[in-house]
């Protein structure tokens, strides 16, 4: 499971770069794997299941959210 947990915020930190750089009109996914490539739409679809996986798994798997005894400052 942990590398499952590994490979999803890779994923997400991947889909929040390129969202980041879509701001600046320049999509990374597509420069590497093409406009309308299947490769680019799987990457796509990885990114959205890897941000569904972190939100269903992310209390399990957080430190801090996992243990409701630590206070927030």
């Given at each position: 499971m942990k590398a499952l947990h590994i490979i999803a915020f890779v994923l997400l930190i991947v889909g929040g770069i390129n969202w980041g750089l879509?701001?600046?009109?320049?999509?990374?996914?597509?420069?590497?794997?093409?406009?309308?490539?299947?490769?680019?739409?799987?990457?796509y679809v990885l990114v959205g299941l890897a941000a569904i996986y972190e939100v269903a798994t992310h209390k399990n798997?957080?430190?801090?959210?996992?243990?409701?005894?630590?206070k927030a400052a």
């Open positions: 879509e701001a600046f009109e320049y999509n990374l996914v597509t420069m590497i794997a093409g406009v309308d490539s299947m490769v680019t739409k799987v990457v798997t957080c430190k801090m959210c996992g243990d409701v005894s630590v």
